[in-house]
């Protein structure tokens, strides 16, 4: 399974800055075409970072969306594969994956529960956190696709696994293409860059 990184670069003057102010930095990953969830946020960097992940995921429900509040999965999470299915039963009890894996890169959820959304947790170091939760209350079939492309920003409020509807700051972008593992990104006089 191959290994991603992203490399946050911050000038050692903003870095000050950044701390003094008591900004967090924030990195939201790709889901379904929207960034809505941090999946990690928090005031433990310095002026060089790197974050490591693997392509592992966990599905799971949850209440509804709510954008400020933290991510709480209301039903047992259960791991899932590219290709796979989990169903959530009239009970809410969430099944485990099924089906054959393949390389499309998108899981689903059958919901035989009724109204309520679901959520999508991805490896993050050593850990499984919060990426993305249906905007909308789902009936029926919900699909996913977590793509390798990620927002980087600085907020004040904003922390891991926080429900968002846009970053709270000037944010970069860096997508993962072919077979670049390894992505670098620069913060320096406010202003993000992409190294190459």
Known sequence: MAEYSLNVQIDPEDLQTLKESKYNLCIARKVNGVYNVVWSGDAQYLANNKFSWVDEYQVFGINKFKAGALVKASTNPHDIESGQTCEMNDAGVMSDAFGSTDTTGKFKIINKFGKVSFGVNAKFGDVMLPIFVTPTTVLGTAMFEPI?????????????????????????????????????????????????
């Open 148 to 196: 390798t492309a990620f927002q980087v920003w600085f907020s004040l409020e904003q922390k891991t696994g926080t429900m968002i509807l846009s970053a709270d700051s000037e944010v970069i972008q860096v997508k993962y293409q072919g077979k670049a593992l390894d992505r670098t990104v620069a913060y320096k006089g406010g202003k993000w860059s992409v190294q190459h």
